[in-house]
């Protein structure tokens, strides 16, 4: 009796709901609902860009990230920095067009600049080389192989004045921050490198100069006194507030190499503690944080209302230590912190994923009390290495014509299951190249076919759902989806706009 009378009054509110706020079923209830964007997907027209915006709009996206710099160059027909415009670019105004088209639909815009990651070959390294972060040997990151391939980045020294960031990177920056109507200017690779060694950028002649300097391991006043006192205390490194001379006293003898190891593995007291590292990664940290804010003042000073955005890594303490970005820092000059919770930056398995995910969540609603918004990243496309990664592979045995070894057998004979379910020739064609590796040319060309096109639904729709629910079960302000071609490819709007205007 009890319980029908409380399902009454249940109902009749709900109907009172309903009546009273007819479009309240309607409004998305999340605030940030935004994409990265490449230019690629949005065209060089005004009908494509109008017909990306439209897209964007049915999913009931509010916000775009889009990028305009990036190490394959600029993407506005730029005046100050016209050699490194994309050509494509030179005659269409994309930005313009965009932001019109975005703001028609009251989409917001935010522009994506890769911060400190060049082209190996673009117009400021052939111009500026002495510009590049150098490591111990003198190179920069090109002369690296990463995973058997030469490393095609070429990182800027983010500390250097003049330098790459006061010469070039701000002035462009503030240049379309001047010229468009831009809602919010968006950091990437705000940082040092990460897929090279962390000890090792940068040490170019300036740095060799400013990591003493700015870790007072010499007085600028009195550079050649010890400033020692009494050693009066049980600790060594008890005597430190004196600030005594670190540097040994034929410093400028040393050659690059020297340097750097001792600003590496020195240590703040002779006999003491191996501890000079510590002040090498402040250093950096402390340079990228000091870019943010250089950044936000060089457009607040062009264009008042313009904000800033920036996509960082899921955690500060260890960033910070690794690549230089400790974006607590950044709080004061960001406004929207966009940390990019991918899977591909946690360990384990897809549900292991959804309770790192939420911890890491937790973890950043602390480090990031003092932002205004907290938007999390996620990346859709990469969800599904599960049903992508085992056909990938298969392709390049088939391409080879060799045999698919007995470890991948498992996870192959779970996708062609699935495949199965979609395709049942290809499930067919990959049954038989497993028993008789042959004629795998055939095979590789299906496959290319199936990935380049994949059926609706071979990507799950439930993992983007599982993991965009568990994002809004943490309670954050706002989502960010990496990216409008990732979801285009695992044919997954559908499920973002669902998400999106609830
Ligand atoms: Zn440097």
Redesign the pocket.
Known sequence: MRVTRALVALAVSFAALTTLAPGLASAPTLKGRAVWAHPGDAGTTEASVRAFVEQLARAHVNTIVMEVKTSAGLFWPSQGFAEAVVPRYRDFDFPAVLIREAHARNIQVHAWFFDFAEGADSPVVRQHPEWL??APDGNPTTSEVLRGRPYRLAWM????RP?YTDQWLIPLIREFAARYDVDAIHHDYVRYPGDLAPDT???????LR?VPAYASYFSQARPNDPLLGPMDRPHLEAHWERSPRVLPPNWEDYTREMKSRLLLEGSFFPGGHRDLDYFFYEYRTHQIAEFTRQVFEAIRAVKPRVEVSAAVFRNPVQSGRFIGQDWRRFARWVQYLMPMDYRSHFGGDFEGHLDLLAEAIQQQKVWARDFPHLWIGVAAYQLYDEERQPLVRLRALATAGSPVPPEMQPALREVSARVGRFDAALREAIGAYERTPVSGADLAAKLDAFLARPPAGYYPPEKLEKVLERVRAEGVEGVVVFSTSGLTSAGLWPTLGNFFGR
């Open positions: 972060a150098l020294c983010p500390a250097r330098g950028y940068c040490f170019c002649d300036y740095c400013q």
